[in-house]
């Protein structure tokens, strides 16, 4: 198979060699890495508390949304095919979900691995080939990429897309590669608010339940200080992070047909995930119930459109007005 082309770089190279520097050594950091682990590591820990909010919003995730297991519909949909399948995941951080699909496809899932870093792919790199996999690893900058024509059955983002600043360059190359029965996944992907801030109406409620807590469930992670106030941090400084994200829902729109779509979270991450989840012990009953509590809170209040949700799980099929106007 011929190497993914890649355009030429935005004229700012400077800012954005920088911002490309940053999002490599904060991923490389986060890996839980073991040399010596028989499997592929996790990109990002897994805190228990933010899994304990996922599991209280579990029904009303799958009503919305009955493929949300998009490993287990994945390989569902090449076993239906009966044949070879190709997939292609951008951004893809160590490449774990991936490598566990192909492995569970019983290698009849030919996958394709991107992402800026090396390092992090080279864990699958070795992986596939001990275990026979179909995997080929390619470490490049996805704002660059373009995609051969109608080569991929699935192109995947797990989390990804909202690093993404090219995002119109991206999602037609990301339509243009898919087959005619071709689908794009979206896997807990950030549809929020630009950076990763709160909307007003969020900050407000995020606070007034922050305030509730006992200290020790207050205590910032990346700080190791208490906190009293609820961050409301821009994090797309000098990164990628969330960078251009409040875009992504009308661009997917334009782009693609949704097959299945749920969005969801409007401050359970904050409360729940690395900042304060880790400091949850979840064989205690009370800590159990408060996790479960502000899960619970989050899904009523973005049901009743109370507040707007940030996260999105979601099945496409190629089409959208930017596809009619092509």
């Given at each position: 198979m011929e190497p993914i082309r890649k355009i030429p770089p935005r004229a700012d190279l400077t800012e954005y060699q920088?911002?490309?520097r940053n999002e490599i050594q904060h991923y490389n950091h986060w890996v839980e890495s073991d040399e010596e682990a028989a499997d592929v590591p996790r990109s990002l820990p897994r805190i228990d508390a933010f899994q304990l909010g996922i599991d209280a919003y579990s029904a009303h995730l799958q009503t919305k949304m009955p493929h949300i297991n998009l490993?287990?519909?994945v390989i569902e949909r090449q076993q239906e095919a009966g044949q070879d399948l190709r997939l292609l995941s951008l951004g893809c951080g160590t490449?774990?979900?991936?490598v566990d699909v192909a492995r569970r496809s019983g290698g009849r899932l030919q996958v394709r691995l991107v992402d800026l870093s090396d390092s992090l792919l080279e864990k699958a790199r070795a992986v596939g080939l001990r275990d026979q996999l179909p995997i080929e690893i390619e470490a490049c900058d996805v704002n660059q990429i373009e995609i051969e024509a109608a080569r991929y059955d699935f192109i995947i983002c797990r989390s990804s897309l909202h690093h993404f600043v090219e995002l119109e360059h991206v999602l037609g190359q990301i339509r243009s590669g898919l087959r005619g029965n071709g689908q794009f996944i979206l896997i807990g992907e950030w549809v929020g608010r630009n950076g990763l801030m709160l909307y007003p109406n969020t900050e407000i409620v995020a606070q007034r339940i922050f305030d509730?807590?006992?200290?020790r469930l207050r205590l910032n992670n990346y700080t190791n200080e208490v906190d009293t106030v609820v961050p409301n941090i821009d994090h797309s400084v000098n990164s990628f992070e969330a960078v251009r994200s409040e875009e992504i829902l009308p661009l997917l729109e334009q782009y693609f047909t949704p097959v299945e779509l749920v969005v969801y979270d409007a401050f359970m991450s904050l409360l729940l995930d690395f900042r304060y989840g880790p400091n949850y012990d979840v064989?205690?009953?009370d800590d159990r119930a408060i996790a479960s509590?502000?899960?619970?809170?989050?899904m009523e209040l973005i049901k009743a459109k109370a507040l707007r949700p940030t996260a999105l799980f979601g099945v496409f099929a190629p089409g959208g007005p930017a596809a009619e106007r092509s």
């Open positions: 920088q911002r490309i490993d287990a519909y490449g774990n979900w991936e509730t807590l006992p200290a064989s205690r009953p509590l502000i899960a619970q809170m989050d």
